[in-house]
């Protein structure tokens, strides 16, 4: 993901994922919970920490914006026909 210095910056750019990575699979977990990426998570929520598995380094768990939960598996959730839907987001 795109280290930003700025808490409260905003992207400059955006492109669609083409092929599968760890970094697309946990951008697809934070848009699918609502969020653009973990940077505009940890804004709303306002510094919450983000559960993580631990073996894979995949979001575990996200709060949407109405309070309730997505709990997500070890494994790979974002299929090879999702990958179009991912929106990635430079800084």
């Given at each position: ?44 929520k306002q ?45």
């Amino acid at each position: 993901m795109s280290c930003a210095t700025d808490n409260n910056s905003k992207p400059k750019s955006m492109s669609r994922a083409r092929e599968w990575t760890a970094e697309v699979e946990n951008l697809f977990r934070f848009q699918q919970a609502g969020y653009r990426d973990e940077l505009e998570y940890i804004q709303v929520k306002q510094g919450a920490l983000i559960d993580k598995w631990p073996d894979t380094g995949y979001v575990k768990k996200l709060q949407r914006r109405d309070n309730t939960f997505y709990y997500y598996s070890k494994r790979r959730e974002c299929l090879d026909h999702d990958l179009h839907k991912v929106k990635v987001y430079g800084y």
